[in-house]
């Protein structure tokens, strides 16, 4: 839990200081942007809680879950949802076809006059995701698992190439801050 919290938080906060950095932005007027950025690093995880919660509340996992949330032991029960973040495959957020709609939204959230707690939040969304899938790549070869829900296969070179534009996306919206 710690180590992953660590690395989304880290990749967050300097990522959002280069772009106050070079945007001349680290006054206290943008404040908004920052607090946006923290709720976009933990939102996506929400994902998990919709898993356990809606989706597959039948599976072990969810069980032992609602069983250490009726103990009202919530840290203990927000390790397990880390600790086997790995059994849960198609989740709704961490998924390329969400990813890519996102990604439309965040077209809108920029090209309109939105404020820059909006604009804070889907910049670190779309880090966050794009961090996991880094992660998955690292760790597996590949962004399968983010396509459970199509008959398309991404293998390690389709993969590569594909976290490569997300992330220059990602740097394109950072610079229109």
């Known amino acids: 839990m710690r180590r992953d919290l ?4 880290t990749f967050w906060f300097f990522f959002f200081l280069i772009i106050s950095f070079f945007r001349n932005t680290l006054i206290l007027g943008y404040w908004p942007f920052w607090v946006g950025g ?16 809606f989706l597959k509340p039948q599976e072990l996992t969810s069980q032992r879950f609602h069983f250490l949330l009726e103990r009202k032991e919530v840290v203990r029960s927000v390790e397990l ?3 086997t973040v790995g059994e849960r ?7 390329i076809f969400f990813q890519l709609i996102f990604f439309a939204l965040t077209v809108l959230v920029f090209s309109s006059s939105a404020p820059l707690f909006a604009k804070g939040l889907v910049l670190s969304f779309l880090l966050h995701l794009s961090v996991d899938q880094l992660i998955d790549l690292i760790g597996v070869g590949n962004l399968q698992a983010w396509m459970q829900s199509s008959s398309l296969s991404m293998n390690s070179s389709i993969s590569k190439v ?6 220059i996306l990602i740097c394109v919206f950072s610079i229109l801050v």
């Not at 660590?6 to 938080?9: C, G, P, Q, V």
């Not at 929400?46 to 898993?51: G, S, T």
């Not at 495959?89 to 998924?95: I, K, P, W």
């Open 38 to 53: 923290l709720v976009g690093v933990i939102l996506p995880d929400i994902d998990h809680l919709i898993y356990v919660l």
């Open 81 to 83: 949802l880390y600790e």
């Open 162 to 167: 594909y976290l490569i534009g997300t992330i």
């Open 6 to 9: 660590f690395i989304h938080f």
């Open 89 to 95: 495959s198609g989740l709704v957020f961490h998924s």
